[in-house]
């Protein structure tokens, strides 16, 4: 191997043939580690806390601050993200419920399902490794988006 790299001429065209595979590697090693950080099913393991939640009446137009636990089965403070899709609802230290969940479309619908079959949709519309946050669509009786605010305090 060495004679054969010594014995071969580097002219100008192998430089760049060179040039341009490294190129292409480094390019490729660039795009496969940013595709694995901002893997949003990476991104939303681990134990987020509720810190806020609003209500916006579509027919209205503005935010109206409303108690969205009454559109929602759980009463939780916190939600516990788990490989295997499995998700746990936490209020304190008690797991008050369980469900799967999915990560569907581009990176930006959230789906639980619940034990009893039950399936719920949420928007993400901010997600990183410190913020989550998704809207609900209340339904046609109600016209309106509860947006619910949480803020990672455990990667596990």
């Known amino acids: 191997m060495p004679y054969l790299l010594h014995s071969m001429k580097w002219t100008t065209k192998n ?25 949003p099913e990476r991104m939303i393991r681990g134990k987020w806390k509720e810190t806020g939640w609003s209500y916006e009446n579509v027919d209205k137009g503005s935010f109206l601050y409303h108690d969205v636990r009454m559109a929602h089965k759980h ?5 516990r993200f788990m490989p295997r899709n499995q998700l746990h609802f936490y209020n304190g230290q008690d797991i008050t419920g369980k469900a799967t969940w999915r990560i569907k479309g581009r990176g930006h619908v959230l789906q639980l399902t619940y034990e009893d079959g039950d399936t ?21 009786e109600s016209r309106g988006i509860a947006r619910l605010v949480f803020t990672k305090i455990a990667n596990r």
């Open 15 to 39: 430089r760049y043939v060179i040039l341009v595979i490294l190129g292409i590697g480094l390019v490729s090693i660039l795009a496969i580690s940013m595709i694995y950080k901002y893997n």
């Open 120 to 140: 719920e949709l949420y928007d993400i519309k901010e997600l990183n490794d410190h913020e989550l946050i998704i809207n609900f669509d209340i339904g046609m």
């Open 75 to 79: 009463e939780s403070e916190s939600w």
